[in-house]
């Protein structure tokens, strides 16, 4: 066991030495710092340089380079180089903005985008206006389709302000929290049943063997009383047929998987029910086309609550194409 500790220090003495020989890396793709912040983009030259930490800086002229040793504070990168909207990750040095007269790095581009959007309350925390974190419930049962659930769930835990406050708290909720299977291959652990689970603001039922809900009497009671009580009740696919049998789509026009169209007009009698859109927006009750389209649903919800921006940066990070306007092909028979 005496071997232990030589170990330890040469690990410490290796470390060190990489740590003592590591490159620093050249920062801004070699502009010139101090005409960057003077508003200009101009090449450095690699004669012409001061390490900075883990970064090195060109300069087009000698002259930059003596201001740059003057107040290194004024040109170098701020943040001690970590990404502007995410603290304690290492920034790009490739990936800049200057504001104010100051660089900022980012870590990727999508933390840089956003404080373009927002650069005063991502600087500042505390000018962050305070938002309403809404609690969304997943409904489960077995059979659920998985991407009706997972979709609008991958959207509602993404979503965020556009200076990164997150707007929902999302949680999956069922009978019980025994496991459910959905589509025959996945097993899901509900985290509430319909006892524990928070009040919701937003309550999404998604399609599948929807039978399974529909024949429970205590899950289509909960489902009535929750939707009541909820700001907005969502349905995906041929979820719709439980706000349907809740009594909440008489007289709105509505939609649902194309295939169920029929079925849900002789359900719902009064109700106009739409084709060819991917979600229909009745203010309080939302019901989406067929699986994908629970996605546009769900951004259409973010973007009411959350606006244009924080729903377009939601879909570019989940790389959704969202196309609200496009019109699914469906059969005419």
Not at 60 to 66: E, G, H, L, V, Y
Not at 224 to 242: P, R
Request: charged letters at 25%.
């Amino acid at each position: 066991m005496k071997f232990f500790p030589t170990l330890f220090l040469l690990f410490f003495v290796v470390s060190g030495i990489f740590a003592q020989t590591e490159k620093a890396v050249i920062v801004l793709k070699g502009l010139d710092a101090v005409d960057l912040v003077e508003g200009k983009e101009v090449k450095g030259k690699e004669g012409i340089s001061v390490t900075r930490g883990r970064f090195k800086y060109l300069f087009s002229n000698r002259a930059n380079k003596q201001k740059f040793e003057r107040n290194p504070e004024l040109y170098e990168v701020q943040k001690n180089g970590e990404c502007t909207f995410m603290p304690g990750v290492p920034g790009d040095p490739e990936l800049w903005q200057v504001y104010q007269g100051k660089i900022y790095l980012f870590g990727t581009p999508m933390c840089r985008e956003r404080f373009q959007l927002s650069p005063e309350t991502i600087l500042h925390p505390e000018k962050r206006p305070k938002i309403k974190v809404r609690n969304v419930a997943i409904v489960l049962y077995e059979g659920v389709e998985l991407l009706d659930f997972a979709g609008p769930g991958e959207v509602f835990s993404a979503a965020q302000t556009v200076d990164g406050q997150d707007g929902f708290n999302v949680y999956t909720v069922a009978e019980t929290t025994a496991p459910i299977v959905s589509q025959g291959f996945v097993t899901i652990k509900p985290q509430y049943s319909f006892e524990t689970a928070p009040k919701a603001d937003i309550v999404v039922f998604p399609g599948g063997d929807v039978a399974n809900f529909l024949d429970n009497k205590t899950a289509m009671s909960w489902a009535k009383a929750v939707s009541g009580d909820a700001e907005i009740a969502m349905s995906v696919c041929t979820g719709a047929f439980v706000l349907a049998g809740a009594d909440l789509l008489d007289k709105k026009k509505i939609n649902t998987h194309w295939a169920s169209i029929r079925k849900l007009r002789r359900q719902v009698p009064t109700a106009t029910v739409l084709e060819n859109v991917r979600f229909v927006d009745n203010g309080q009750i939302i019901t989406t086309a067929g699986i994908s389209a629970g996605i546009d649903g769900a951004l259409h919800v973010v973007e009411r609550l959350l606006g244009t921006e924080a729903a377009r940066l939601t879909a570019k990070s989940m790389e959704y194409d969202r196309q609200p306007v496009r019109k699914l092909r469906r059969n005419k028979n």
